[in-house]
């Protein structure tokens, strides 16, 4: 995982040192945008123009223009926010102008509600901006729309290093959907986890940066 944020030469070296490790995806996430900041997207641009890999590309992203921007980037998957995912004339549009595999929905939860990054409450406190419906109930809605790839994140793991929540991705992925757990992964066993749950994949991001393990050491154990 590439975090855009901050200086440019940031993400275009961590994406140089994943692909010369031998990574095939890069998961992409604008944390500013994320976080109603201004978004990164000459950043996200130059990544993805140097990128030799496939690049996921993620975080706020729920207005129309903004996503199909992200493709004209070049961008290979593209992940819809919760807040663009309960919007099914939108989901259809983009699903009918981009294809199924090219996009996926992200299910951000907090105890089992949907809860996207950059809501008040998504990490503690209030209530506000966690959406009235489940992560199940959201993957559901969208699986009838034709997205087949969820991104399941529990934000309150998200960069703990405590483990992901591999029972919450499997239960989405019972639904017939490929999910890719996010937030907490923290150690080769979690990624074994989710192998042995028989997800789709999972995303890393700070156990890369902390040296918990190498991308050689996780493809290794995923082998």
């Not at 309960?86 to 983009?94: E, P």
């Not at 399941?152 to 998200?158: A, G, H, I, P």
């Amino acid at each position: 995982m590439a975090r855009a944020h901050g200086a440019m030469g940031e993400p275009l070296a961590a994406l140089d040192a994943f692909t010369r490790a031998g990574t095939r995806w890069i998961h992409l996430v604008d944390m500013d945008r994320a976080y109603g900041r201004p978004d990164n997207h000459e950043l996200i641009g130059a990544v993805l123009q140097a990128a030799t890999v496939h690049v996921q590309v993620g975080g706020g992203l729920f207005r129309e223009a903004d996503i199909d921007q992200m493709f004209t980037l070049g961008a290979t998957r593209v992940v819809i926010g919760p807040r663009g995912a309960v919007d099914d004339t939108l989901v259809k549009r983009l699903v009918a102008r981009h294809g199924t595999t090219r996009l996926a929905a992200g299910t951000d939860g907090k105890d089992g509600r949907v809860a996207p990054r950059g809501a008040r409450g998504a990490r503690g406190g209030g209530a506000t901006g966690i959406l009235d419906l489940t992560a199940q109930e959201l993957a559901t809605r969208v699986s009838r729309l034709g997205i087949r790839t969820i991104i399941y994140n529990e934000v309150t793991r998200d960069g703990t290093l405590t483990g992901p929540d591999i029972q919450g991705a499997q239960q989405l992925a019972a639904l017939g959907l490929d999910v890719i757990v996010s937030g907490g992964v923290g150690s080769l066993d979690d990624l074994r986890a989710a192998r042995a749950g028989r997800l789709a994949g999972a995303c890393v991001g700070r156990a890369l940066y902390d040296g918990k393990f190498t991308i050689a050491e996780a493809l290794a154990c995923l082998s």
